[in-house]
């Protein structure tokens, strides 16, 4: 039985690999922004309520709180959208859209560093809205920009970990209906998160010590970054 660690485990495509990783007979540690009440009768899962992970306290209470306990598996799901008009920017809530898509997974992943055993594995989960190759419309400037961080980071992590036999990947859910895209036009058509949840540990069980660092969506594509 591995440990597996969702980060942004309440609701949506989080939920849902939380989820994919019990069906499999894992142990989960959900990370949850809110009381993650969902999984408190769940034997399998060990819930840390109360962590946003743009807070460096509560970061260091989830990090107390799973202890010693060592980690395979890391996915870190957790983040926010936006959509700006062209000079209609406030900045203050660019910054914050950056500080939790950003560097809310390098607060998390920096502070277990010491518990990912020799051979565990780090997803990532950003979106293609991040690469600069595949920019064809322009618009959503902080969502697209602090993505773009977010992938630099899986790189720089990549090369970080690979000493000890880590392995990091990039990963992009494609366009899922959850609360986040709720609204959206042909919402009830788009991906839904269970099957957005099964295509990244897809993609995840196919991460090895020869694996590159990779963008990947959900059904294997390889995203240019």
């Not at 989830?62 to 000079?87: C, F, K, N, Y």
């Not at 010491?114 to 780090?122: R, S, Y």
């Amino acid at each position: 039985m591995k440990h597996v660690v969702i980060v942004g485990a309440d609701r949506g495509i989080a939920a849902s690999l939380v989820q994919e990783y019990l069906a499999r007979g894992e142990r989960v540690t959900a990370v949850c922004r809110d009381a993650g009440e969902a999984w408190q009768d769940e034997s399998n899962v060990r819930v840390v309520p109360s962590t946003d992970v743009t807070d460096d306290s509560a970061v260091a209470r989830m990090t107390d709180e799973i202890g010693d306990d060592p980690i395979d598996l890391l996915i870190h799901v957790a983040g926010v959208g936006s959509r700006e008009r062209w000079q209609e920017f406030d900045f203050e809530t660019m910054l914050a859209h950056y500080n939790l898509n950003a560097l809310g997974p390098l607060r998390v992943i920096s502070a277990l560093s010491d518990q990912f055993v020799e051979g565990a594995k780090i997803g990532i989960v950003t979106s293609r809205m991040g690469s600069i190759g595949d920019n064809g419309t322009g618009g959503m400037y902080s969502y697209r920009m602090s993505k773009a961080a977010a992938n630099m980071l899986g790189v720089n992590l990549y090369h970080e970990f690979r000493p000890r036999g880590i392995h990091v990947m990039l990963l992009h859910p494609g366009t899922v209906a959850t609360q986040m895209t709720r609204g959206a036009r042909n919402w009830d058509a788009m991906t839904k998160p269970a099957e957005a949840a099964a295509g990244l540990a897809r993609q995840m069980d196919g991460l090895g010590p020869d694996s590159p660092p990779r963008f990947r969506h959900q059904d294997g594509t390889s995203l240019p970054w």
